[in-house]
């Protein structure tokens, strides 16, 4: 029977993605502000994409720059890849548990306040040429 989960690892070792990538969990921020950025850097150079974060004025887009320059340096020290020939492959965002809160309303009732989290993942890869 050991043997049998031992071949199992191995499988899920040799099937598992190569690519460089880094996720950033519990970002107290919607998914859906976060996956506006997202959308606008996603398929973009290493490069580029940090240039467009930078001069992007949403809240996400400072928690962005530290997960790609997470991602790029994942891959520089890990994978030995030079961070000027990646690119953004994938990246998105998940929603992660929602912190509810209460705000007192009229006569005694209340509402609610959903406080949202993301878990956000990017993944790049080498440009091919």
């Given at each position: 029977m050991a043997t049998r989960i031992k071949e199992k690892a191995i499988a899920r070792a040799e099937s598992a993605d190569k690519r460089p990538s880094a996720t950033a969990k519990y970002i107290r921020i919607s998914p859906d502000k976060v996956r506006i950025v997202l959308d606008i850097i996603r398929g973009q150079k290493y490069t580029d994409a940090l240039?467009?974060?930078?001069?992007?004025?949403?809240?996400?887009?400072?928690?962005?720059?530290?997960?790609?320059?997470?991602?790029?340096?994942?891959?520089?020290?890990?994978?030995?890849?030079?961070?000027?020939?990646?690119?953004v492959a994938e990246c998105f965002a998940n929603a992660g548990p929602?912190?509810?809160?209460?705000?007192?309303?009229?006569?005694?009732?209340?509402a609610r306040i959903n406080k949202r989290t993301s878990h956000i993942t990017i993944i790049l890869d080498e440009v091919a040429d």
């Amino acid at each position: 029977m050991a043997t049998r989960i031992k071949e199992k690892a191995i499988a899920r070792a040799e099937s598992a993605d190569k690519r460089p990538s880094a996720t950033a969990k519990y970002i107290r921020i919607s998914p859906d502000k976060v996956r506006i950025v997202l959308d606008i850097i996603r398929g973009q150079k290493y490069t580029d994409a940090l240039a467009i974060l930078k001069a992007t004025p949403k809240a996400a887009s400072e928690p962005l720059v530290k997960l790609l320059n997470s991602a790029a340096a994942n891959a520089e020290n890990n994978l030995g890849k030079n961070k000027n020939d990646l690119y953004v492959a994938e990246c998105f965002a998940n929603a992660g548990p929602i912190l509810k809160r209460m705000r007192a309303r009229a006569k005694g009732s209340g509402a609610r306040i959903n406080k949202r989290t993301s878990h956000i993942t990017i993944i790049l890869d080498e440009v091919a040429d």
